[in-house]
C-alpha cells in the first residue's frame, strides 16, 4: 500500500511538472515579440590622424530587426550606411564614408502611461570605413565597435512605435575614435 501511495504521488508529481513545463513553454512563446523597423541617424565622428581634415557630421539610414521578450529586454541586429562626405581642400579632394552591422540588448523600463518606455541599450558593431585622399587611392579599414545608448519609445498601438535613442560607439582608431549619434525612427511589432 505505501509503496502504491509513494507510485502515485511520484506520477501525479511527473504529470504537474510536465503540465507546468507545457504552461511555461506556451508563455515563452507568448512573450515573444519580433519587429522590424527603419531609423534616421545622424552620427558626429571625432576624426584624429590623416583624417582630422574631415567632415564629421554623417547622415544615415539603419533598418533593424529584433525580438522583445517579458516586456523588460530585447535583441535587435542592424545594418546602417552613412552618405559619402566630401571636404575640398588645397591638396585636393578628401572623402569618407562608412557601413556599420551588430547586435544590441535592449531593456525597457515601462513608465505610469502603458504606451511610454525608457530604452536602454548595450552592443557591439563591425564598423567600415572608406577613406580616400590625394596621395591615397582609397584605404578600407574595419574596427568592432562597443556601443551603449538610451533613449525613449511610445507605442501607438500594439503594432506601431516611435522611439528615439542617443548612442556613444566607441572605435579607439586612429582616424576614428569615437562616435556620438542621435536616431529616431519607426518600429512595427508582429
Request: charged fraction near 20%.
Amino acid at each position: 500500500m505505501k509503496k502504491t501511495l509513494l507510485l502515485a504521488g511520484v506520477a501525479s508529481f511527473i504529470a504537474y511538472g510536465a503540465s507546468a513545463a507545457d504552461f511555461s513553454y506556451t508563455n515563452i512563446a507568448n512573450e515573444i515579440e519580433p519587429y522590424v523597423g527603419a531609423d534616421y541617424v545622424y552620427s558626429y565622428a571625432k576624426f584624429g590622424g590623416k583624417a582630422k581634415s574631415m567632415k564629421d557630421s554623417y547622415h544615415s539610414g539603419s533598418v533593424y530587426m529584433g525580438t522583445r521578450m517579458y516586456d523588460y529586454m530585447g535583441l535587435e541586429a542592424f545594418f546602417q550606411m552613412s552618405g559619402k562626405r566630401e571636404n575640398s581642400k588645397h591638396d585636393g579632394k578628401h572623402e569618407a564614408e562608412f557601413l556599420a552591422y551588430g547586435a544590441d540588448l535592449y531593456g525597457y523600463m515601462p513608465l505610469w502611461c502603458g504606451n511610454m518606455n525608457l530604452l536602454g541599450s548595450l552592443g557591439a558593431a563591425n564598423y567600415r570605413w572608406r577613406f580616400k585622399y590625394p596621395e591615397v587611392k582609397a584605404k578600407h579599414q574595419n574596427r568592432m565597435g562597443y556601443r551603449a545608448g538610451i533613449g525613449a519609445q511610445y507605442n501607438f498601438n500594439e503594432n506601431w512605435a516611435i522611439r528615439v535613442m542617443g548612442r556613444y560607439t566607441y572605435l579607439g582608431m586612429s582616424r576614428v575614435n569615437n562616435l556620438k549619434e542621435v536616431t529616431a525612427g519607426l518600429k512595427y511589432t508582429f
